[in-house]
């Protein structure tokens, strides 16, 4: 009986142990890396709000939309250029496709950000890169890059220069 018991205690303590793992591995997480390449899975990871709440990706992504996220500072002009054009596209797609704008610590502040977001009047979802994580895990060099993401989580383009017409977005989502 002691045999029994101690073998099903290490196979009790082996399930856990698999379990644990395997959350640690689909939940979101603080850091994260992912090498940009099409057809590459994009990982689960902590977006976080202007005012500093995180929330994984998973609850703010509908895994039967595809995706888009755009890295973006308030600083950039050729930002300032691709921003507007990313609004008209959202505006008349957001219940088609997840959006995800986030801006980067580089060279900024969260008030800064606040202040011109407040000025042109964006209606996307806006998070910011507090820490600079997603910028770290990403390996993103410059701003604007757009990530393209399928329903299944693949990466299906990666655009590191400005989108000035909305037709291109419809091109890369498809």
Not at 81 to 106: C, D, M, Q, S
Request: charged residues 25%; proline residues 3%; contains cysteine.
């Amino acid at each position: 009986m002691k045999k029994f018991t101690v073998l099903l205690s290490v196979l009790i303590l082996g399930v856990l142990l698999s379990v644990s793992a395997y959350s640690e591995n689909t939940s979101a997480s603080d850091t994260f890396s992912v090498d940009l390449q099409e057809g590459n899975t994009f990982p689960v990871f902590t977006l976080e709000t202007l005012n500093g709440k995180k929330i994984p990706s998973s609850r703010v992504f509908d895994k039967n939309k595809k995706t888009i996220i755009v890295t973006a500072a308030e600083w950039c002009p050729d930002c300032h250029e691709e921003l507007p054009v990313l609004e008209k596209f959202y505006r008349k797609n957001k219940n088609k496709y997840n959006f995800a704008v986030i801006f980067i610590e580089r060279r900024s502040s969260e008030e800064k950000v606040k202040e011109y977001l407040s000025k042109e009047k964006f209606t996307f979802p806006v998070y910011f890169d507090y820490n600079s994580v997603f910028v770290e895990g990403t390996q993103v060099k410059f701003v604007p890059t757009n990530i393209f993401i399928d329903k299944n989580g693949k990466i299906t383009s990666v655009v590191a220069e400005t989108i000035s017409d909305e037709n291109e977005f419809i091109n890369r989502l498809k």
